[in-house]
Nanobody, 123 residues
Framework: DVQLQASGGGLVQAGGSLRLSCAAS????????IGWFRQAPGKEREGVSC???????YYTDSVGGRFTMSRDSAKNTVYLQMHSLKPEDTAVYYC?????????????????WGQGTQVTVSS
């Protein structure tokens, strides 16, 4: 069975840091791009970042310079290191996988999805 297990969320003060993890299983990890998405209450889901199978990374403008995505093929895990967190980063964060990073922010992207992890940033 395909699984994407997101973890690492929590409550942090503004300016703090968190590292999210997404552990993958059930598919050939290196063949897939992995994306992080978030959804705040009352808002549409937003693409946060994406990493290709060869390590190319992409970020939405609002997190550029603060978030860094990486992947560890030995552990079939991707990470989202988040620094300088802001209250507007508060959301449920999801990871997803697809064969290509093309169109990663489009609505139809994401062959596999994991459950979310809550990130709450207090002011």
């Amino acid at each position: 069975d395909v699984q994407l297990q997101a973890s690492g969320g929590g409550l942090v003060q503004a300016g703090g840091s968190l590292r999210l993890s997404c552990a993958a299983s059930g598919f050939i990890f290196d063949d897939y791009s992995i994306g992080w998405f978030r959804q705040a209450p009352g808002k549409e889901r937003e693409g946060v970042s994406c990493i290709s199978g060869i390590g190319d990374t992409y970020y939405t403008d609002s997190v550029g310079g603060r978030f860094t995505m990486s992947r560890d093929s030995a552990k079939n895990t991707v990470y989202l290191q988040m620094h300088s967190l802001k209250p507007e980063d508060t959301a449920v964060y999801y990871c997803a996988a697809d064969r290509s990073d093309a169109g990663w922010r489009s609505r139809g992207w994401g062959r596999y999805w994991g459950q979310g992890t809550q990130v709450t940033v207090s002011s």
